[in-house]
T-cell receptor, first 110, second 112 residues
Framework: SQTIHQWPATLVQPVGSPLSLECTVE??????LYWYRQAAGRGLQLLFY??????ISSEVPQNLSASRPQDRQFILSSKKLLLSDSGFYLC?????????FGPGTRLTVL | GENVEQHPSTLSVQEGDSAVIKCTYS??????FPWYKQELGKRPQLIID???NVGEKKDQRIAVTLNKTAKHFSLHITETQPEDSAVYFC???????????WGAGTKLIIKP
């Protein structure tokens, strides 16, 4: 069966520090991969999606970037965090219709 | 661009009553409409979905209806229980790149 992992689960970072969040998927090949951000009490904002290795589409311009170095690995990065980057970051994968979400990383930028 | 509107933003119902959440979409070519449930602090999980060739789908206490002409779909929960309390998101699949366009969410509160 397929599983999706994200780490870390929680993270507290100072403004201006770098960020790296990792997501890996097991049990499937060539999945579509997604990064979402969810501000407290708000909806799901799609940040990036990828249909294959090295293929990244950005939905919202911002100080974040994404990379897909391997088929089942998706990384979200920032060189300098802003206060507004705080939120719940969710990675997801899909093959056909349904999107399956990872457990999420709760990021607090102070 | 394509968008999905979801109403209400908050819904409070008495335990045992029914709850209805409605969504409208703008892309007439959309053909897949999932509903996700997100409990506090947890990940969203699919509870039911419907494709455009079907008008209604039911799974125990949960049902979804789709009106393609009016471009709206609804989630119906009957005999609500405390564990139904959560935020519910609707979505419509964009035909241009098959990505999901999400509604803003409905916070469902079940009063004992």
């Amino acid at each position: 069966s397929q599983t999706i992992h994200q780490w870390p689960a929680t993270l507290v970072q100072p403004v201006g520090s770098p960020l790296s969040l990792e997501c890996t998927v097991e049990g499937t090949s060539n999945p579509n991969l997604y990064w979402y951000r969810q501000a407290a009490g708000r909806g799901l904002q799609l940040l990036f999606y990828s249909v294959g290795i090295g293929q990244i589409s950005s939905e919202v311009p911002q100080n974040l970037s994404a990379s897909r170095p391997q088929d089942r690995q998706f990384i979200l990065s920032s060189k300098k965090l802003l206060l507004s980057d705080s939120g719940f970051y969710l990675c997801a994968w899909s093959s056909l219709d349904e999107q399956f979400f990872g457990p999420g990383t709760r990021l607090t930028v102070l | 661009g394509e968008n999905v509107e979801q109403h209400p933003s908050t819904l409070s119902v008495q335990e045992g009553d029914s709850a209805v959440i409605k969504c409208t979409y703008s892309d007439s070519a959309s053909n897949y409409f999932p509903w996700y449930k997100q409990e506090l602090g947890k990940r969203p999980q699919l509870i039911i979905d419907i494709r455009s060739n079907v008008g209604e789908k039911k799974d125990q206490r949960i049902a979804v209806t789709l009106n393609k002409t009016a471009k709206h779909f609804s989630l119906h929960i009957t005999e609500t229980q405390p564990e139904d309390s959560a935020v519910y998101f609707c979505a419509a699949r964009r035909q241009s790149n098959y990505q999901l366009i999400w509604g803003a969410g409905t916070k469902l509160i079940i009063k004992p």
